[in-house]
């Protein structure tokens, strides 16, 4: 299983995948908001969301989990 971290700290905008769904390396999963910019937060490896582990408008820090994937 590996983990899909925040890069940084801000809010979560918006969440781009939901459970089940099955992401390649590189596409983008997560856009965080952060000193009034979006930033995107891609996956490092192919797999499947297991588990969205933030929701959109909640804060966190650099290093959260924000997606599990199996």
Known sequence: MSQICASMAGTVW???VQAGD???AGQEVVILESM???VPITAEADGVVHEIKAESGSFV???DILIELK
Request: aromatic fraction near 0%; charge should be neutral.
């Open 36 to 38: 009034k910019m979006e």
């Open 61 to 63: 820090g650099e290093g």
């Open 22 to 24: 099955e992401v390649k």
């Open 14 to 16: 918006k969440v781009l």
